[in-house]
């Protein structure tokens, strides 16, 4: 979340890489430059300083370089449930050491922009991956905690991992499916802690009170940095998911 969220980034991941011995990295960005969208720089930042892949959400569009910059770069993903026609794509593959990693984005629909179903897209994108991996991850971008759930009952079994993100507040429902499915309602934000999901508290409220349009600013003060570390077999199958989060004075 903006430059709060990238700071934290800078100062503790390559730590818990080298700790956890990580493999890859991979964030959601699409709060990344100033609370909304990204942009080319941000994004090449945050590769700089170690992440393997960007997902995103539906705020990936909220800057005018977005959709230029996604029609190019493979490795900041869009939801895949958008039309075909929209640029960008919804899905990569990484190569990890001698393994292959597909990591697949998907927008839900409860309280979000009715696109296509995330569902039925998760069985067109797992398709086309399943053939060349057994090692997927999920970010499912959406808003309601059941349509969350329902999802990673869905698809449990036929992927390694499904994460929740957009509600920026981490849960502490995550768990390992009897498919072996990491699962997770939402991972949190990485960004700005005494905040409104990363929002001035001065900005939010008055929303909440009026009802009429405001400009949102980042705060700023003490951050938090949230995630959640997997443990991945080669066949796939999930064996581990630990919640992380690390609070900044």
């Known amino acids: 979340m903006g430059q709060p969220g990238r700071r934290m980034v800078a100062r503790h991941l390559q730590q818990l890489v080298a700790i956890n011995r990580v493999d890859v990295v991979i964030a959601n960005g699409?709060?990344?430059?100033?609370?909304?969208?990204?942009?080319?720089g941000v994004a090449q930042e945050l590769f700089d300083l170690g992440v393997g892949l960007l997902t995103s959400g539906n705020h990936v569009w909220d800057k005018k370089e977005a959709e230029e910059y996604l029609a190019k770069e493979g490795r900041v993903l869009r939801p895949a449930n958008y039309p075909d026609e929209v640029p960008g794509s919804g899905k990569h593959i990484l190569r990890v050491g001698d393994r292959l990693v597909g990591v697949v984005n998907l927008q839900g629909r409860a309280f979000l922009p009715p696109i296509d179903c995330p569902f039925r897209g998760a069985d067109r994108e797992l398709a086309?991956?399943?053939?060349?991996?057994?090692?997927?991850?999920?970010?499912?971008?959406?808003?309601?905690?059941?349509?969350?759930?329902?999802?990673?009952?869905?698809?449990?079994?036929?992927?390694?991992a499904v994460i929740g993100t957009h509600t920026h507040v981490q849960t502490a429902d995550e768990r390992i499916l009897p498919g072996r499915t990491a699962y997770i309602t939402d991972v949190g934000m990485t960004g700005p802690r005494d905040s409104v999901i990363g929002i001035r508290s001065q900005d939010a409220i008055p929303k909440f009170l009026n009802q009429m349009p405001r400009r949102f600013t980042v705060a700023d003060g003490p951050s938090q940095l949230c995630a959640v570390l997997l443990d991945v077999e080669d066949n796939g199958r999930a064996s581990g998911i630990h919640r992380i989060q690390i609070h900044s004075d």
């Open 30 to 40: 699409e709060n990344a430059a100033a609370g909304f969208g990204i942009t080319p």
């Open 128 to 160: 086309e991956l399943k053939p060349v991996t057994d090692i997927i991850l999920v970010d499912f971008h959406a808003e309601a905690t059941a349509e969350k759930q329902a999802f990673g009952w869905y698809v449990d079994g036929r992927v390694s």
